[in-house]
């Protein structure tokens, strides 16, 4: 497959001649004038990192995560001879387009044509390529520089390999010593490469990739140091939105291959019945009438889990049948008696009126800032409101489904997962094998949103291929994906402010009560933890002098899992409603009331501002990701302005805000909602998004549109409720999706342009968190009604 | 045993006659083009054509279609190159993909019917496809581009 890799890789150990002694490889030499005084003389052959074709080095996150960032343009890249430029990529394709966007940053950078370059995606290997866990809106943000890196060094790689081709005379290329002033060198190049190809600057004569692919591979790997990057102005891909994505033509054509796309010889595909309530399990069941099915040929009880178990599957009893309607039929055919188990008393209705009790008592204090009893006991006047939002289920298009074969001591597994790695290490647990023995290949997902991170789907597959000895498709029909869900957490919020006599807010509280996503993975404490805190809670940016952020008791009886933005959720939901009614009660204009609250332009100090000691920045090294009022405070003016902000609306419309700072990304949404006949339309969404440098602005619009999309849908339809432990919704009828009839029909997207020194950052999650308070602040401007829990309906009462 | 025509050709299918279609499709024809969603009629990414009308193949049975002509998204176009298809690829619609087929089937449907349909045709005709990933925008603009060249 990778034709030249397996060869390079052989040859690459003993490739990395010590830099002195490498030919050619320098594109530059310096005037002797540079050469003045007396240093130390650390060689850095030529590759002359001046200003303008450099980037400062910056830590990321991804360093931290398990198996860090891998850096080899011969793990990522390879060439073959007909001058096909082959790039992997290692991260999840759930539709953000980073299976896209990260190969065309490498290929941007190494000079590749991109109408030449094959996209390959990685098996679950993180020892080879890194992390792959393809969440947090991470895969932009901690693989940008990775990916110029490899892509710069293959383009030396090239350059060296035409130096050699050539037989080009190197020995005037001086070396440069590292005390040497770049303003003071004089590059004297000896070759440049082009688009797909290398010219020889002395003779103009060129060659294309292709014929420099054996000896490029076989090219020392140039250390950062030795690099020289592409000025900005020289991109052709990055930051352009000029490439779509790798799997256009398939998907259209229908021939992009999904997780229940792959169809193994002898395969069998099983449907499962599974505890209604998490950790039940069947006490009898009668399968005489699934039996009876056309193709319907054993059925067999899976092990049980209950929580905390990570991602292992829930058990029941599986239907295994030679064709995936039969194996429905006999599933929904089955007569089983549960046993609901510990949380068979889980109802929400009653669950979220103790949440409320709970917000109004102390919480545990994760911030303490100034000195909020004083703050509180010396008030003119008090405002507080309560928000909240139901459990969600992430329902991608595709629900999950997995193929596994495993037989002779190995299991091969094809799934559309979002942590392929991760898949692999609990697969090789659950079957009792090693993790060498364990194949993961990542199909695309057909959505991921989180719930795909989890693949206790993956799991139960390879448990049934390994019972019954031939490979096995798990599939799960939607009913299954609305029910057995990993969910978003349920919350309150609950928001308390001391005023002054003049209406400044002196003092604010926030009590933020939710099961914790945790409890799947260990003893649930009761309390949320750091990863939740740091989303929008503790981090909040207002300028106030006395701040305290608490978190109330709230266990968990369901599977709580990270759904899309997470925690930021219901935080941004109930800080920027919020500030909206604070508004309105003290008279204020809304956008106005919000750029007082955030304040002076500043970066916040954690420290100083009473931030807990655990403070989450989305796992970023704070000073190279800061929170900055400036950059918010820009958003929000802009995508404010671009909607007309405080312009005379007709009768039944308005405007709402609302501006969050998530996975170091900056969104404002400014939603602009029109009531007809009780019903809430939006026509009109503005989403002004800062992610630092934009590397895709095409798919940057895509999510923010898509985000708009799912905004709405949360705020107005998305309520997973729980009766005696089990869900009461199944489907799209009674879990419904915005759809054509009412979406927001116009979203405009305004990027705040960097330049590359401006770190970039995700926006897979981003653009979510503001669209449910920006909704119900419009509609409160259009209607006088205020709206605090979600979802809230399509339909206004009353 | 179910006789049918599939992309222009006759097909038996051994099976029973109260399959869904989809699965029939899916599994035993290899027309991995057209999705599973959910088994309702719901959500539309089981999108094909019946005597060139749209229908939802998770609803449908074998017995349903017998002596009919289906169409799926591997008939749609020899070539992949249905206005529908181009329009998409010139928008960029699709994020993660998977509802697409249903969307184009359903708009092809739409197109064949009434070529020339105004936005409130388009948005009705397309209110049974789902998009999770919230394409909508982008799929209204390419039907309104496969429609009238704009």
């Given at each position: 497959?990778?034709?030249?890799?397996?060869?390079?890789?052989?040859?690459?150990?003993?490739?990395?001649?010590?830099?002195?002694?490498?030919?050619?490889?320098?594109?530059?030499?310096?005037?002797?004038?540079?050469?003045?005084?007396?240093?130390?003389?650390?060689?850095?052959?030529?590759?002359?990192?001046?200003?303008?074709?450099?980037?400062?080095?910056?830590?990321?996150?991804?360093?931290?995560?398990?198996?860090?960032?891998?850096?080899?343009?011969?793990?990522?890249?390879?060439?073959?001879?007909?001058?096909?430029?082959?790039?992997?990529?290692?991260?999840?394709?759930?539709?953000?387009?980073?299976?896209?966007?990260?190969?065309?940053?490498?290929?941007?950078?190494?000079?590749?044509?991109?109408?030449?370059?094959?996209?390959?995606?990685?098996?679950?290997?993180?020892?080879?390529?890194?992390?792959?866990?393809?969440?947090?809106?991470?895969?932009?943000?901690?693989?940008?520089?990775?990916?110029?890196?490899?892509?710069?060094?293959?383009?030396?790689?090239?350059?060296?390999?035409?130096?050699?081709?050539?037989?080009?005379?190197?020995?005037?290329?001086?070396?440069?010593?590292?005390?040497?002033?770049?303003?003071?060198?004089?590059?004297?190049?000896?070759?440049?490469?082009?688009?797909?190809?290398?010219?020889?600057?002395?003779?103009?004569?060129?060659?294309?990739?292709?014929?420099?692919?054996?000896?490029?591979?076989?090219?020392?790997?140039?250390?950062?140091?030795?690099?020289?990057?592409?000025?900005?102005?020289?991109?052709?891909?990055?930051?352009?939105?000029?490439?779509?994505?790798?799997?256009?033509?398939?998907?259209?054509?229908?021939?992009?291959?999904?997780?229940?796309?792959?169809?193994?010889?002898?395969?069998?595909v099983?449907?499962?019945?599974?505890?209604?309530?998490?950790?039940?399990?069947?006490?009898?069941?009668?399968?005489?009438?699934?039996?009876?099915i056309p193709g319907v040929?054993?059925?067999?009880?899976?092990?049980?889990?209950?929580?905390?178990?990570?991602?292992?599957?829930?058990?029941?009893?599986?239907?295994?049948a030679t064709n995936t309607d039969a194996a429905?039929k006999?599933?929904?055919?089955?007569?089983?008696?549960?046993?609901?188990?510990?949380?068979?008393?889980?109802?929400?209705?009653?669950?979220?009126?103790?949440?409320?009790?709970?917000?109004?008592?102390?919480?545990?204090?994760?911030?303490?800032?100034?000195?909020?009893?004083?703050?509180?006991?010396?008030?003119?006047?008090?405002?507080?409101?309560?928000?909240?939002?139901?459990?969600?289920?992430?329902?991608?298009?595709?629900?999950?489904?997995?193929?596994?074969?495993?037989?002779?001591?190995?299991?091969?597994?094809?799934?559309?997962?979002?942590?392929?790695?991760?898949?692999?290490?609990?697969?090789?647990?659950?079957?009792?094998?090693?993790?060498?023995?364990?194949?993961?290949?990542?199909?695309?997902?057909?959505?991921?949103?989180?719930?795909?991170?989890?693949?206790?789907?993956?799991?139960?597959?390879?448990?049934?291929?390994?019972?019954?000895?031939?490979?096995?498709?798990?599939?799960?029909?939607?009913?299954?994906?609305?029910?057995?869900?990993?969910?978003?957490?349920?919350?309150?919020?609950?928001?308390?402010?001391?005023?002054?006599?003049?209406?400044?807010?002196?003092?604010?509280?926030?009590?933020?009560?939710?099961?914790?996503?945790?409890?799947?993975?260990?003893?649930?404490?009761?309390?949320?933890?750091?990863?939740?805190?740091?989303?929008?809670?503790?981090?909040?940016?207002?300028?106030?002098?006395?701040?305290?952020?608490?978190?109330?008791?709230?266990?968990?009886?369901?599977?709580?899992?990270?759904?899309?933005?997470?925690?930021?959720?219901?935080?941004?939901?109930?800080?920027?409603?919020?500030?909206?009614?604070?508004?309105?009660?003290?008279?204020?204009?809304?956008?106005?009331?919000?750029?007082?609250?955030?304040?002076?332009?500043?970066?916040?100090?954690?420290?100083?501002?009473?931030?807990?000691?655990?403070?989450?920045?989305?796992?970023?090294?704070?000073?190279?990701?800061?929170?900055?009022?400036?950059?918010?405070?820009?958003?929000?003016?802009?995508?404010?302005?671009?909607?007309?902000?405080?312009?005379?609306?007709?009768?039944?419309?308005?405007?709402?805000?609302?501006?969050?700072?998530?996975?170091?990304?900056?969104?404002?949404?400014?939603?602009?909602?029109?009531?007809?006949?009780?019903?809430?339309?939006?026509?009109?969404?503005?989403?002004?998004?800062?992610?630092?440098?934009?590397?895709?602005?095409?798919?940057?619009?895509?999510?923010?549109?898509?985000?708009?999309?799912?905004?709405?849908?949360?705020?107005?339809?998305?309520?997973?409720?729980?009766?005696?432990?089990?869900?009461?919704?199944?489907?799209?009828?009674?879990?419904?999706?915005?759809?054509?009839?009412?979406?927001?029909?116009?979203?405009?997207?305004?990027?705040?342009?960097?330049?590359?020194?401006?770190?970039?950052?995700?926006?897979?999650?981003?653009?979510?968190?503001?669209?449910?308070?920006?909704?119900?602040?419009?509609?409160?401007?259009?209607?006088?009604?205020?709206?605090?829990?979600?979802?809230?309906?399509?339909?206004?009462?009353? | 045993m179910a006789t049918l025509?599939i992309?222009?050709?006759?097909r038996e299918i051994d099976a029973p006659g109260d399959m869904w279609l989809l699965w029939a499709l899916r599994d035993l024809e290899?027309?991995?083009?057209?999705?599973?969603?959910?088994?309702?009629?719901?959500?539309?990414?089981?999108?094909?054509?019946?005597?060139?009308?749209?229908?939802?193949s998770?609803?449908t049975t074998l017995d349903d279609v017998a002596?009919?002509?289906?169409?799926?998204?591997?008939?749609?176009?020899?070539?992949?190159?249905?206005?529908?298809?181009?329009?998409?690829?010139?928008?960029?619609?699709?994020?993660?993909?998977?509802?697409?087929?249903?969307?184009?089937?359903?708009?092809?449907?739409?197109?064949?019917?009434?070529?020339?349909?105004?936005?409130?045709?388009?948005?009705?005709?397309?209110?049974?496809?789902?998009?999770?990933?919230?394409?909508?925008?982008?799929?209204?603009?390419?039907?309104?581009?496969?429609?009238?060249?704009?």
């Amino acid at each position: 497959m990778l034709s030249y890799l397996a060869q390079a890789q052989d040859t690459h150990a003993h490739s990395r001649r010590a830099t002195e002694q490498a030919p050619g490889l320098t594109i530059a030499k310096v005037s002797r004038r540079g050469f003045l005084g007396t240093g130390a003389a650390v060689f850095a052959l030529a590759a002359f990192a001046r200003p303008s074709n450099a980037f400062e080095r910056y830590p990321v996150g991804g360093e931290e995560m398990p198996h860090g960032i891998v850096t080899d343009p011969l793990v990522f890249v390879s060439i073959d001879p007909d001058g096909t430029v082959t790039i992997v990529a290692h991260r999840s394709e759930m539709g953000t387009g980073s299976r896209t966007s990260l190969p065309m940053v490498l290929a941007d950078e190494m000079g590749a044509d991109w109408s030449r370059v094959k996209i390959v995606q990685a098996e679950g290997d993180e020892p080879k390529y890194g992390n792959q866990d393809t969440d947090g809106s991470r895969s932009m943000r901690h693989h940008i520089q990775s990916m110029r890196q490899m892509g710069a060094s293959v383009r030396h790689m090239l350059s060296v390999a035409a130096a050699e081709h050539w037989d080009l005379d190197t020995s005037d290329v001086v070396r440069i010593e590292q005390w040497a002033a770049p303003d003071q060198a004089v590059e004297t190049e000896l070759v440049e490469v082009l688009e797909h190809e290398v010219r020889n600057l002395a003779t103009g004569e060129t060659i294309g990739f292709g014929d420099l692919a054996e000896l490029a591979m076989r090219a020392p790997v140039p250390a950062f140091e030795e690099l020289r990057f592409r000025d900005e102005g020289q991109f052709r891909y990055i930051g352009k939105g000029n490439v779509s994505i790798y799997d256009l033509r398939d998907i259209t054509t229908g021939t992009a291959i999904y997780g229940g796309d792959v169809m193994l010889p002898g395969m069998k595909v099983a449907a499962i019945a599974r505890p209604p309530v998490v950790g039940g399990r069947p006490v009898r069941f009668d399968a005489t009438a699934a039996r009876a099915i056309p193709g319907v040929e054993r059925v067999l009880g899976l092990p049980g889990s209950t929580m905390p178990a990570k991602f292992a599957p829930l058990g029941g009893v599986a239907v295994i049948a030679t064709n995936t309607d039969a194996a429905i039929k006999g599933r929904d055919a089955l007569e089983i008696e549960w046993e609901a188990g510990p949380h068979g008393s889980y109802n929400s209705e009653a669950f979220t009126a103790e949440m409320r009790e709970t917000a109004k008592k102390p919480g545990q204090v994760l911030r303490d800032e100034g000195d909020i009893d004083g703050a509180f006991a010396s008030a003119a006047k008090t405002f507080a409101r309560d928000y909240t939002q139901a459990h969600m289920a992430h329902a991608m298009m595709e629900p999950p489904v997995a193929v596994a074969s495993v037989a002779d001591g190995r299991a091969e597994i094809w799934a559309p997962v979002q942590s392929p790695y991760g898949t692999r290490q609990d697969i090789a647990e659950a079957l009792g094998m090693a993790v060498e023995d364990v194949e993961v290949h990542v199909t695309l997902l057909g959505g991921g949103f989180g719930r795909k991170s989890k693949c206790d789907y993956a799991i139960e597959a390879a448990l049934l291929s390994q019972k019954t000895g031939t490979p096995v498709k798990v599939q799960w029909t939607r009913e299954d994906d609305i029910r057995h869900s990993f969910y978003h957490t349920t919350s309150v919020e609950r928001i308390e402010v001391a005023l002054d006599d003049a209406g400044k807010v002196t003092g604010w509280r926030h009590n933020s009560v939710a099961p914790s996503i945790a409890a799947t993975f260990g003893p649930d404490s009761g309390h949320q933890f750091f990863i939740e805190n740091g989303m929008g809670h503790v981090d909040m940016p207002f300028e106030i002098a006395n701040v305290r952020c608490e978190n109330g008791e709230a266990m968990a009886h369901t599977r709580i899992g990270w759904f899309r933005s997470v925690s930021n959720v219901p935080r941004a939901w109930a800080v920027q409603s919020f500030a909206a009614e604070l508004a309105h009660e003290l008279g204020r204009d809304e956008r106005e009331m919000l750029l007082e609250l955030i304040g002076s332009d500043r970066t916040l100090d954690p420290k100083a501002q009473g931030f807990p000691e655990d403070f989450w920045n989305y796992g970023e090294v704070y000073e190279e990701y800061p929170i900055d009022t400036a950059r918010l405070k820009h958003v929000l003016n802009v995508a404010a302005d671009a909607a007309g902000w405080g312009s005379e609306l007709p009768e039944g419309e308005g405007i709402g805000l609302a501006v969050h700072r998530s996975f170091v990304t900056y969104v404002a949404t400014a939603a602009r909602v029109k009531i007809v006949d009780g019903r809430i339309r939006v026509p009109e969404v503005h989403m002004a998004v800062d992610c630092g440098f934009a590397a895709n602005p095409e798919r940057i619009r895509s999510q923010m549109e898509g985000a708009a999309v799912m905004g709405m849908t949360l705020a107005l339809h998305s309520g997973i409720t729980f009766e005696d432990g089990a869900v009461v919704q199944s489907n799209f009828n009674d879990y419904e999706m915005v759809r054509s009839t009412n979406y927001p029909e116009n979203v405009v997207t305004h990027i705040v342009e960097h330049p590359f020194s401006v770190h970039a950052a995700g926006v897979g999650e981003p653009g979510v968190p503001p669209i449910a308070p920006a909704i119900a602040n419009a509609v409160f401007n259009a209607t006088g009604k205020r709206l605090r829990d979600l979802p809230f309906g399509e339909t206004l009462e009353g | 045993m179910a006789t049918l025509t599939i992309n222009g050709q006759e097909r038996e299918i051994d099976a029973p006659g109260d399959m869904w279609l989809l699965w029939a499709l899916r599994d035993l024809e290899g027309l991995t083009g057209t999705k599973y969603g959910c088994g309702a009629g719901l959500c539309g990414a089981c999108t094909v054509h019946i005597d060139g009308t749209a229908v939802r193949s998770c609803i449908t049975t074998l017995d349903d279609v017998a002596g009919r002509a289906v169409t799926t998204i591997e008939g749609l176009s020899p070539d992949g190159e249905h206005p529908l298809q181009v329009a998409w690829r010139e928008m960029n619609v699709p994020q993660c993909g998977f509802c697409q087929v249903g969307q184009i089937m359903q708009a092809a449907s739409l197109l064949a019917e009434n070529p020339k349909p105004s936005d409130a045709e388009i948005l009705d005709a397309m209110s049974g496809n789902i998009c999770r990933c919230g394409c909508y925008q982008r799929i209204t603009a390419a039907v309104r581009s496969a429609a009238t060249g704009a």
